[in-house]
């Protein structure tokens, strides 16, 4: 998750929002939607150190 999403509360909400550290954009935008789209819904829990929380909560449904 950490370096899926660098900049967690922007790319959850516009996944295609690419920053720097994403060396291949095209790649990391579809690998956001990938798991997106994937976990959405479902009672995963996440958590990652770019995210802003610390403990892991329930994937954003």
Same mark, same amino acid.
Do not use: C
């Given at each position: 998750? $950490?370096?899926?999403?660098?900049?967690?509360?922007?790319?959850? /909400? =516009?996944?295609? &929002?690419?920053?720097?550290?994403?060396?291949?954009?095209? $790649?990391?935008?579809?690998?956001?939607?990938?798991?997106?789209? /994937? =976990?959405?819904? &479902?009672?995963?829990?996440?958590?990652?150190?770019?995210?802003?929380?610390?403990?892991?909560?329930?994937?954003?449904?």
């Amino acid at each position: 998750m $950490a370096d899926l999403f660098h900049i967690y509360n922007v790319q959850m /909400k =516009y996944p295609e &929002t690419a920053v720097s550290f994403d060396v291949d954009k095209k $790649a990391a935008v579809k690998s956001r939607n990938e798991i997106i789209k /994937k =976990y959405k819904g &479902t009672d995963t829990l996440i958590t990652g150190s770019h995210t802003p929380f610390s403990a892991p909560v329930l994937w954003v449904k």
